[in-house]
C-alpha cells in the first residue's frame, strides 16, 4: 500500500509542478486550466456515463477508465516516477478522444471547466466547431 501513496505523491508533485511553472511564467490563465484539467475530466466522465445519447461502446470504454486508473497492473508500474503516471495519462488522453471524436457536441455540453480548455482540446483533437 505505502508504493500507491508514494505514486499518488508523485503525480501530485510532478502536477502542482506543472501548474507552478506556467503560473511562475505568467501563464496564470494557463496554470488555472492545467490545475482543473484532471477534475473537470472526472465530471466530464462521470456526466458521460449518464447521457444516454453516448454510445454503448463509448461508455463502456469510459466506465474502463477508472478501474484501469485505480490498477496496480498498469503498462509502466506507477513506482517509477512521472513516467509511471504518463501510460495513465495516454489512455485518459486516448479515451477522450474516441469519446470527442464520435461525440464531441456532447463533450462541449458536459464540460464543467473553462471554454480555454475545451479550446486546446479543440486543437489538440481538432474536433469542436461551436463557441460557447
Excluded: N
Aim: aromatic share 10%; charged share 25%; glycine share 6%.
Amino acid at each position: 500500500m505505502g508504493w500507491v501513496l508514494y505514486s499518488l505523491a508523485v503525480a501530485v508533485v510532478v502536477y502542482a509542478g506543472v501548474v507552478a511553472a506556467f503560473f511562475v511564467a505568467g501563464r496564470r490563465e494557463d496554470a488555472r486550466a492545467i490545475a482543473g484539467l484532471v477534475p473537470d475530466c472526472a465530471v466530464l466522465f462521470s456526466r458521460l456515463l449518464r447521457d444516454p445519447r453516448l454510445p454503448r461502446r463509448d461508455k463502456l470504454l469510459v466506465a474502463a477508465l477508472l478501474p484501469y486508473l485505480l490498477s496496480p497492473i498498469d503498462l509502466i508500474p506507477d513506482v517509477i516516477p512521472v513516467a509511471g503516471q504518463l501510460d495513465d495519462a495516454v489512455v485518459v488522453a486516448l479515451v477522450l478522444r474516441r469519446v470527442v471524436r464520435s461525440r464531441p457536441e456532447l463533450v462541449e455540453e458536459h464540460w464543467p471547466g473553462p471554454r480555454r480548455t475545451l479550446d486546446w482540446l479543440e486543437g489538440f483533437y481538432g474536433v469542436f466547431t461551436k463557441k460557447r
